[in-house]
């Protein structure tokens, strides 16, 4: 299997743009597309959720704290804890959710 996480990447003007990559039983993979000042509200999941910067800068929010976030940047965020996304320019972010919700 090969996926291009860049290229599957969709925006629009008014919200972030998730597309769904790979939904299998014990994961799925997510890649966002978000426009300069569009964040993804932080909130929780039952699952560990790997962030991912691909593309673009901003920020991302883990537990209490903003981290920065640009193309290799990787959050971890452990089952139940907060997490969002914020972009300060073009941002594509590659999300890794497991066990699947």
Known sequence: MHLEPLEAARFAPDRPVSQLL?????????????????EVPPHN????????????????????AELPAAPGRLAVCGPNETHGIKAKSRMVVLAVIAPRP
């Open 45 to 64: 999941s039952t699952s560990t959720v790997l962030l991912q910067a691909l593309q673009g800068e901003g920020s991302f929010t883990v537990g209490a």
């Open 22 to 38: 790979l939904d299998l039983p014990d994961a799925r993979l997510v890649v966002f597309g978000l426009e300069p000042g569009q």
